[in-house]
T-cell receptor
Framework: SQKIEQNSEALNIQEGKTATLTCNYT??????LQWYRQDPGRGPVFLLL?????KEKRKERLKVTFDTTLKQSLFHITASQPADSATYLC????????????FGAGTRLFVKA | ETGVTQTPRHLVMGMTNKKSLKCEQH?????MYWYKQSAKKPLELMFV???????ENNSVPSRFSPECPNSSHLFLHLHTLQPEDSALYLC???????????????FGPGTRLLVL
């Protein structure tokens, strides 16, 4: 069955360091991969989308890579700040038709000052 | 604010109650979604409506009944729920078209539901 895996353990890093979060998937051939941020008590907020033919995408301090051979995406936050503390969700769209975006359970990030 | 509002924000109900969740989007989107989010679990897609027509029903029990009177409003009617239905219920909207690439989903703040 289709499966998305994100680190269930929280990631703790020091302010100023680069945070790297991992999203692995099996039994998928996603055409698109998205990353969302979710704060406690709030809905997810879209951050970045990357297509299967793109290796890397950047937005300010954020960088996403997409390796369809390894079936993995890495999400990097450079020069991390305490305000970056949140849960980050990976989401896959297996094809261009339909409306079924599949979400991972998310990884909780804590950035310490 | 994302342009998607949900009411109520918190709801406590007994297993014999009937209640409704409401979602409204002010973004001009055509697609609206209901998700269930339980602790430590991925978002579970429940229903999708596109231009008021239901396009996805992810094997959701009949005690959950969606209603989409127009592209801006979405309801989730609840009756005879079970304690395991306690979760955060999120509404989202997008401009995604059938057969087209994914568009950003804009989520509401959610309704925290507790079933006693």
């Amino acid at each position: 069955s289709q499966k998305i895996e994100q680190n269930s353990e929280a990631l703790n890093i020091q302010e100023g360091k680069t945070a790297t979060l991992t999203c692995n998937y099996t039994n998928y051939s996603p055409a698109y991969l998205q990353w969302y941020r979710q704060d406690p008590g709030r809905g997810p907020v879209f951050l970045l989308l990357i297509r299967e033919n793109e290796k890397e995408k950047r937005k300010e301090r954020l960088k996403v890579t997409f390796d369809t051979t390894l079936k993995q995406s890495l999400f990097h936050i450079t020069a991390s700040q305490p305000a970056d503390s949140a849960t980050y969700l990976c989401a896959l769209d297996p094809y261009t038709g339909g409306f079924k975006t599949i979400f991972g359970a998310g990884t909780r990030l804590f950035v310490k000052a | 604010e994302t342009g998607v509002t949900q009411t109520p924000r918190h709801l406590v109900m007994g297993m014999t109650n009937k209640k409704s969740l409401k979602c409204e989007q002010h973004l001009g989107h055509n697609a609206m979604y209901w998700y269930k989010q339980s602790a430590k679990k991925p978002l579970e897609l429940m229903f999708v409506y596109n231009f008021k027509e239901q396009t996805e029903n992810n094997s959701v029990p009949s005690r959950f009944s969606p209603e989409c009177p127009n592209s801006s409003h979405l309801f989730l009617h609840l009756h005879t729920l079970q304690p395991e239905d306690s979760a955060l219920y999120l509404c989202a909207s997008s401009g995604r078209l059938a057969g087209g690439p994914p568009e950003t989903q804009y989520f509401g703040p959610g309704t925290r539901l507790l079933v006693l």
